[in-house]
């Protein structure tokens, strides 16, 4: 079983059907309780990155548990950026600390937000990019960008005015800027890989 955080700010329906197609069994869990047992984790997010984190908080502790026990986890969108330890977003509040770093606002020079297909560079090669090329188009929607200090776990960038950090993966933690369940074949190929990596 898939779990589907409901933070209360996902695309939740989008994911799920996604993961039900690739054959992940997702279900949506509205407790921390229903991240136990789980195979593997999807965290998304839509939404400013204060709100999402306080919807979270109550998840974060089981969070931390399953990332511990090497439980896949994939985070997407605002479920990136909130790894990160701030964001420009939203000043007061913290992020999950997970990756060390910032979320800062994509330049002013370019449309904000950024909202549509676009292609990305691989950085380097990792299980969950398998099948995906240099060039290969997503769909994204966001105006801020996570800059981790360990730019080794950038897997893969896109560019919008300067190189934005489109995935970033550690150990059993991977995570992307844009939206696989929006962006057809190529994003159904990495929650096929998810999926293959947690049963693996």
């Not at 799920?16 to 999807?42: K, M, Q, S, T």
């Not at 007061?92 to 770093?101: D, F, M």
């Not at 950085?123 to 929607?141: A, T, W």
Request: aromatic share 8%.
């Amino acid at each position: 079983m898939i779990a589907i955080v409901n933070n209360g700010m996902g695309n939740l329906f989008s994911i799920y059907n996604a993961l039900d197609y690739v054959g992940g069994n997702p279900r949506i869990v509205r407790d921390p309780e229903g991240l136990d047992g789980a195979e593997g984790i999807v965290v998304p997010g839509v939404g400013a990155f204060g709100s999402c984190m306080d919807r979270l908080c109550r998840f974060e502790g089981a969070l931390e548990s399953a990332r511990d026990c090497g439980t896949p986890i994939f985070a997407i969108c605002i479920g990136l950026q909130i790894l990160f330890e701030e964001s420009e977003e939203s000043p007061a509040a913290r992020g999950l600390g997970w990756i060390k770093g910032k979320v800062v606002k994509l330049p002013l020079s370019v449309m904000i937000p950024q909202m549509g297909w676009n292609s990305l560079s691989i950085r380097r090669p990792v299980e969950m990019l398998q099948g995906i090329e240099e060039g290969d188009m997503f769909y994204f929607v966001h105006s801020y960008y996570g800059q981790p200090v360990d730019k080794s776990l950038i897997v893969a960038t896109t560019e919008h005015g300067v190189d934005v950090t489109a995935a970033i993966a550690r150990d059993n933690l991977f995570a992307t800027q844009f939206h696989p369940e929006k962006s057809g074949a190529k994003g159904l190929r990495i929650l096929e890989n998810f999926v293959r990596a947690i049963r693996c």
